[in-house]
T-cell receptor
Framework: NAGVTQTPKFQVLKTGQSMTLQCAQD?????MSWYRQDPGMGLRLIHY???????DQGEVPNGYNVSRSTTEDFPLRLLSAAPSQTSVYFC???????????FGSGTRLTVV | GQQVMQIPQYQHVQEGEDFTTYCNSSTTLSNIQWYKQRPGGHPVFLIQ?????EVKKQKRLTFQFGEAKKNSSLHITATQTTDVGTYFCAGWGNQGGKLIFGQGTELSVKP
């Protein structure tokens, strides 16, 4: 079992560039979420999904798009990168059972 | 919208001292979860509390859920250097699938 796989692990973008952060899980979880982590700000929810074809906005959705065409994959798209999007991004999956969310190892993104 | 507040933001302790972090929600929670993130790592699920007034223990860690289901705490007895990391609480929003995290408490332990 791979769990939650995020790619890439590191990325440097120039302001204005676009890119997609990939996230895949092999645990058949219905819920998937994207968080960003900045110093002193904890984990802030960007977008989340409760199943294939269903997505919704979290606390800080501006500048990001998501889609969920399959149960396994939940990519996060940065439309036009800005320095304020420099952060560590975590993808997580789970359900409302007793085992909580499983997190990927993160993507460290720097926008210059 | 729902907010989850956590204090303190940082805690520095001497090895062997106790540690407590507190979590408060602006709304009643159906349950609360706790996670630990080691430096440079990703959050790892520790436990979930569901019932009002519930207390659960994992070795030296004691988790409590408040009677009103709006607050929770994590207490570590006799800290060790392996306890170093950031501890997060998280609560489910009213909408299914929306898990909101507190800001976390970063624990450092001096040997």
């Amino acid at each position: 079992n791979a769990g939650v796989t995020q790619t890439p692990k590191f990325q440097v973008l120039k302001t204005g560039q676009s890119m997609t952060l990939q996230c895949a899980q092999d645990m058949n979880h219905e819920y998937m979420s994207w968080y960003r982590q900045d110093p002193g700000m904890g984990l802030r929810l960007i977008h989340y999904s409760v199943g294939a074809g269903i997505t919704d906005q979290g606390e800080v959705p501006n500048g990001y798009n998501v889609s969920r065409s399959t149960t396994e994959d939940f990519p996060l798209r940065l439309l036009s990168a800005a320095p304020s999007q420099t952060s560590v991004y975590f993808c997580a999956s789970g359900d409302r059972g007793t085992y909580g969310y499983t997190f990927g190892s993160g993507t460290r993104l720097t926008v210059v | 919208g729902q907010q989850v507040m956590q204090i303190p933001q940082y805690q520095h302790v001497q090895e062997g001292e106790d540690f407590t972090t507190y979590c408060n929600s602006s709304t009643t929670l159906s349950n609360i979860q706790w996670y630990k993130q080691r430096p440079g790592g990703h959050p790892v699920f520790l436990i979930q509390l569901v019932k009002s007034g519930e207390v659960k223990k994992q070795k030296r860690l004691t988790f409590q859920f408040g009677e009103a289901k709006k607050n929770s705490s994590l207490h570590i007895t006799a800290t060790q250097t392996t306890d170093v990391g950031t501890y997060f609480c998280a609560g489910w929003g009213n909408q299914g699938g929306k898990l909101i995290f507190g800001q976390g408490t970063e624990l450092s332990v001096k040997p």
